[in-house]
């Protein structure tokens, strides 16, 4: 079965009215391989700029950056995270951005180079994808409209992927992570796909830059975000036991290592993140 069926990894943000940024899904032969594309920041009463939580969603972006003053262009590839941090608001006036959200399974089929080391790292685009990122660029100098921007995109990540075969032994394990919610030890994914433990931390770090249990904790944190943000019988009690947690406080300690507060107000930032900000902005002083 695809991944993209059993794992749908969200942001802080993930409804689309308070969703900070315009995004589109792919067309349907780039589902598998693309959660989105994401470009012009999205417009709101009195041109107001809001700080963005960036939390870790599992992906990896490649983003296009154009000065607007000087015009000139740019690529960067920021890698799989297990930080938060806020985004700087300001940059939006300065840069226009292009994105490029990838799942986390699709990258290594795309580099030119492993991802072993790069875990919380922002590298330059043309590193890891040089002939991806200079078509992309020429299709930015081109069509200045995001929605011609995506469907540009969309024929050169399709030629690009086709080229290249995936790493099935770590897919195997990814999609034996998400059926079991993070009821899965890395001794038990190891002996699943016939490696030893060392040699599945080393296919991890070539792709995707992580080793299989960070990999696992991050995947437990958002299938955990995800039940709470869209579940209606969400009980904490119940998903403690549900993704495999000691108990409720583990599983409040882990969500708040990653989402940097507890889950009640995550949720109420989810929901409406202008209004959180401002407040707590406000308490903070």
Same mark, same amino acid.
């Given at each position: 079965?695809?991944?993209?069926?059993?794992?749908?990894?969200?942001?802080?943000?993930?409804?689309?009215?308070?969703?900070?940024?315009?995004?589109?899904?792919?067309?349907?032969?780039?589902?598998?391989?693309?959660?989105?594309?994401? !470009?012009?920041?999205?417009?709101?009463?009195?041109?107001?700029?809001?700080?963005?939580?960036?939390?870790?969603?599992?992906?990896?972006? @490649?983003?296009? *950056?154009?000065?607007?003053?000087?015009?000139?262009?740019?690529?960067?590839?920021?890698?799989?995270?297990?930080?938060?941090?806020?985004? /700087?608001?300001?940059?939006?006036? &300065?840069?226009?951005?292009? !994105?490029?959200?990838?799942?986390?399974?699709?990258?290594?089929?795309?580099?030119?180079?492993?991802?072993? !080391?790069?875990?919380?790292?922002?590298?330059?685009?043309?590193?890891?994808?040089?002939?991806?990122?200079?078509?992309?660029?020429?299709?930015?100098?081109?069509?200045?409209?995001?929605?011609?921007?995506?469907?540009?995109? +969309?024929?050169?990540?399709? +030629?690009?992927?086709?080229?290249?075969?995936?790493?099935?032994?770590?897919? /195997?394990?990814? =999609? !034996?992570?998400?059926?079991? *919610?993070?009821?899965?030890?890395?001794? =038990?994914?190891? *002996?699943? &796909?016939?490696?030893? =433990?060392?040699?599945? +931390?080393? @296919?991890?770090?070539?792709?995707?830059?992580?080793?299989?249990?960070?990999?696992?904790?991050?995947?437990?944190?958002?299938?955990?975000?995800?039940?709470?943000?869209?579940?209606?019988?969400?009980?904490?009690?119940?998903?403690?036991?549900?993704?495999?947690?000691?108990?409720?406080?583990?599983?409040?300690?882990?969500?708040? @290592?990653?989402?940097?507060?507890?889950?009640?107000?995550?949720?109420?930032?989810?929901?409406?993140?202008?209004?959180?900000?401002? *407040?707590?902005?406000?308490?903070?002083?």
């Amino acid at each position: 079965m695809p991944l993209h069926h059993l794992y749908h990894p969200i942001t802080s943000t993930p409804f689309q009215q308070t969703a900070q940024h315009v995004e589109t899904a792919p067309s349907k032969p780039l589902l598998p391989f693309i959660r989105c594309f994401w !470009g012009p920041p999205k417009k709101r009463e009195g041109g107001e700029s809001v700080r963005e939580l960036v939390i870790p969603d599992t992906c990896m972006d @490649l983003i296009f *950056e154009t000065d607007r003053k000087t015009g000139n262009r740019s690529a960067r590839f920021c890698t799989l995270s297990d930080v938060s941090f806020v985004s /700087n608001p300001s940059e939006i006036i &300065v840069k226009e951005r292009f !994105g490029i959200r990838f799942y986390p399974w699709t990258a290594a089929r795309l580099t030119v180079r492993p991802l072993t !080391g790069t875990k919380n790292g922002c590298y330059d685009g043309e590193l890891f994808f040089p002939s991806l990122v200079k078509a992309v660029l020429d299709v930015l100098k081109e069509t200045p409209a995001f929605p011609e921007r995506c469907a540009r995109t +969309e024929k050169i990540l399709y +030629e690009a992927l086709w080229q290249k075969t995936e790493a099935s032994g770590c897919l /195997n394990v990814l =999609e !034996g992570f998400l059926r079991r *919610e993070g009821r899965w030890s890395v001794q =038990e994914a190891a *002996e699943s &796909v016939c490696v030893s =433990e060392r040699q599945l +931390e080393r @296919l991890f770090a070539a792709s995707f830059g992580v080793t299989p249990k960070t990999m696992m904790r991050l995947l437990r944190y958002q299938c955990l975000w995800q039940s709470a943000v869209f579940d209606p019988s969400f009980r904490q009690a119940d998903a403690a036991i549900r993704f495999g947690y000691t108990d409720q406080s583990h599983m409040a300690n882990e969500f708040r @290592l990653y989402h940097t507060m507890p889950l009640k107000q995550a949720l109420q930032l989810a929901r409406d993140p202008v209004v959180f900000l401002q *407040e707590r902005e406000r308490t903070m002083r």
